[in-house]
């Protein structure tokens, strides 16, 4: 079970670039998680779940600098690691936006230009 959780862990990874996904577990889950479709994980952007749930852990996704990933797109890979993990759903707690700064500067002039790198921190919850 370790090994594929570990390469479903890399696959993710793999499709993942642009955006880097990473996982921190919290909490023991209420029963034994395993893996799931993405699409089965539930999405909660403006409330948390009814029923009575567990945070596992937390799931925080970082736009890299040459990544044209959306959110949609963004929100899809965390879901994604959420299923690999076996999580029921994934609760958006908040931004994790960067700013990239880059420019040049010759003789006291030059230029410099930024960049809002797009962010979400999540939970990962297991349902009781």
């Given at each position: 079970m370790k090994r594929g959780l570990a390469v479903a862990?890399?696959?993710?990874?793999?499709?993942?670039?642009?955006?880097t996904?990473?996982?921190?577990?919290?909490?023991s889950p209420p029963h034994a998680l395993a893996m799931r479709a993405?699409?089965?994980?539930?999405?909660?952007?403006?409330?948390i779940p009814t029923r009575p749930y567990v945070e596992v852990g937390t799931i925080e996704s970082q736009q890299q600098a040459?990544?044209?990933?959306?959110?949609?797109?963004?929100?899809?890979k965390m879901r994604a690691e959420a299923g690999v993990r076996?999580?029921?759903?994934?609760?958006?707690?908040?931004?994790?936006?960067?700013?990239?700064?880059?420019?040049?500067?010759?003789?006291?002039s030059g230029s410099v230009s930024s960049r809002t790198l797009k962010g979400y921190r999540a939970t990962c919850i297991a349902y009781k």
């Amino acid at each position: 079970m370790k090994r594929g959780l570990a390469v479903a862990s890399l696959a993710a990874l793999v499709v993942g670039c642009g955006t880097t996904i990473e996982f921190v577990p919290l909490n023991s889950p209420p029963h034994a998680l395993a893996m799931r479709a993405p699409e089965s994980v539930e999405l909660f952007t403006t409330s948390i779940p009814t029923r009575p749930y567990v945070e596992v852990g937390t799931i925080e996704s970082q736009q890299q600098a040459y990544s044209g990933d959306d959110t949609a797109t963004i929100y899809a890979k965390m879901r994604a690691e959420a299923g690999v993990r076996g999580c029921d759903g994934l609760v958006i707690t908040g931004s994790n936006d960067a700013t990239m700064v880059s420019g040049t500067t010759t003789n006291g002039s030059g230029s410099v230009s930024s960049r809002t790198l797009k962010g979400y921190r999540a939970t990962c919850i297991a349902y009781k």
